[in-house]
């Protein structure tokens, strides 16, 4: 199975600052259809988790621009720039290249 | 608007059977590959299925391999998920989600506990 490696387990950040979160996989993501099925989830308190990114940077509809990703092969970033109170949560990576999916251990997004 | 509503969830005994369903609506269902993912408390996203979106194929984490059944009925519009011989450690919320997670249902809590 892909081991996903996501750093740091949680983050304390203050409103309005940016913030970055690794995720790296044990083996290549590059699916033989040359894409490469690396996704970010964000599950708020109470919630299920919602997708925010897929393809390593696309963004899904009504996901502010604040969110990027970006990376390949095996090492990902999701950054948040200028960071609202709506963003807090915990984030997940998942990749969807190999079966079984694996997720990344996620990462707490709190307030400072 | 895309829906998924899971349903079947219960405090049951181990070695005890359930049957999860997820209805789905606001999009074709019958075109797309459906997964069910679970999350035990307090801890992280753990896949458990994926079934095509003909039926034609179905993979599954092996910690649930032999146990769980993923199956679906397209004339409903519902996704299921049969749980055979559970354990304690199959105690999560179970979600189910479309395709590549691009939806995600508000999940259903299974305690298995004597």
């Known amino acids: 199975d892909v081991v996903m490696t996501q750093t740091p387990p949680s983050l304390s950040v203050a409103i309005g600052q940016s913030v970055s979160i690794s995720c790296k996989s044990s083996?290549?993501?590059?699916?033989?259809?040359?894409?490469?099925?690396l996704n970010w989830l964000l599950q708020s308190p109470g919630r299920s988790p919602k997708r925010l990114i897929y393809q390593v940077s696309k963004l899904d509809s009504g996901v502010p621009d604040r969110f990027s990703g970006s990376g390949s092969e095996k090492d990902f970033t999701l950054k948040i720039s200028r960071v609202e109170a709506e963003d807090l949560g915990v984030y997940y990576c998942l990749q969807g290249t190999h079966l079984p999916w694996t997720f990344g251990g996620g990462t707490k997004l709190e307030l400072k | 608007e895309v829906q998924l509503v899971e349903s079947g969830g219960g405090l049951v005994k181990p070695g005890s059977s359930l049957k999860l369903s997820c209805v789905a609506s606001g999009f074709t269902f019958s075109s797309y590959g459906m997964h069910w993912i679970r999350q035990a408390p307090k801890k992280g996203l753990e896949w458990i299925a994926l079934i095509y979106y003909d039926s034609s194929n179905k993979y599954y984490a092996d910690s649930v391999k032999g146990r769980f059944t993923i199956s679906r009925d397209n004339s409903k519009n519902t996704l299921y998920l049969e749980m055979n011989s559970l354990r304690s450690e199959d105690t999560a919320m179970y979600y189910c989600a479309k395709s590549v997670a691009t939806n995600w249902g508000q999940g259903v809590m299974v305690t298995v506990s004597s």
């Open positions: 083996q290549s993501l590059v699916a033989s259809d040359k894409n490469t099925y």
